[in-house]
């Protein structure tokens, strides 16, 4: 299993970006799917999942309201939009495939992960 995540890059506080996950080598469509960011001297944290059929999410509390979280399992693509960025929001963010078609916010939950893509916001 293969995820590609891409979207990165710098944006000033109050700026959008859309963040994007191709999934290959399994159909992706049957699994849950996640993103987690990791900022310097810090632990992984959980951003937000996604139920196999898009019909279930859920966000960390810090970017709920802000970030919005969508599949597309016909191109095998999950997004992840995030609206209002705060200098906080500055990490590295990775995508995660999970276990099963319901997951949760826990790491041990995700088997599969992709190589992170940079998201820097100044203030």
């Known amino acids: 299993v293969q995820l590609q995540a891409s979207g990165g890059g710098l944006v000033q506080a109050g700026g959008s970006l859309r963040l994007s996950c191709a999934a290959s080598g399994r159909t992706s469509s049957r699994y849950a799917m996640g993103w987690f960011r990791q900022a310097p001297g810090k632990v992984r944290e959980f951003v937000a999942h996604?139920?196999?059929?898009?019909?279930?999410?859920y966000y960390a509390d810090s970017v709920k309201g802000r970030f919005s979280v969508s599949r597309d399992n016909a191109k095998n693509t999950v997004y992840l939009q995030m609206n209002s960025l705060k200098p906080e929001d500055t990490a590295v963010y990775y995508c995660?495939?999970?276990?099963?078609?319901?997951?949760?916010?826990?790491?041990?939950?995700?088997?599969?992960w992709g190589q992170g893509t940079q998201v820097t916001v100044s203030s």
């Open positions: 995660a495939s999970a276990r099963g078609r319901i997951a949760t916010p826990k790491l041990y939950d995700y088997d599969y």
């Open positions: 996604i139920s196999w059929n898009g019909d279930i999410t």
